[in-house]
Nanobody, 119 residues
Framework: QVQLVESGGGLVQPGGSLRLSCAAS????????MGWYRQAPGKQRELVAA???????TYADSVKGRFTISRDNAKNTVYLQMNSLKQEDAAVYYC?????????????WGQGTQVTVSS
């Protein structure tokens, strides 16, 4: 069974920084794209950033220049460094990964971690 376990959310003041981590565990083969989505109250879930196994990254326009996604393939872990946080960045952040497991390729999600930006 594949699990994505997130950590690193919390409360931060505007202009502050947080680093999110997400580790894939369980029995699986390859991990392709890994990424972060977020969902604020009353809004749809949106892609924040993603990185494929080759290292190519993509970002939402709203976070470009402030957030950095990276991954450690040996640890099957993806990170999201969030700097210069704004109140509009507050949301539940979800880790996502495309993983080849027993049933083939699947789309896996973490449980979500809350990011609150407030003074």
């Amino acid at each position: 069974q594949v699990q994505l376990v997130e950590s690193g959310g919390g409360l931060v003041q505007p202009g502050g920084s947080l680093r999110l981590s997400c580790a894939a565990s369980g029995s699986f083969g390859s991990v392709n794209a890994m990424g972060w989505y977020r969902q604020a109250p009353g809004k749809q879930r949106e892609l924040v950033a993603a990185v494929i196994s080759g290292g190519v990254t993509t970002y939402a326009d709203s976070v470009k220049g402030r957030f950095t996604i990276s991954r450690d393939n040996a640890k099957n872990t993806v990170y999201l460094q969030m700097n210069s946080l704004k109140q509009e960045d507050a949301a539940v952040y979800y880790c996502n990964a495309k993983i080849f497991a027993r049933a083939g390729w699947g789309d896996y999600w973490g449980q979500g971690t809350q990011v609150t930006v407030s003074s």
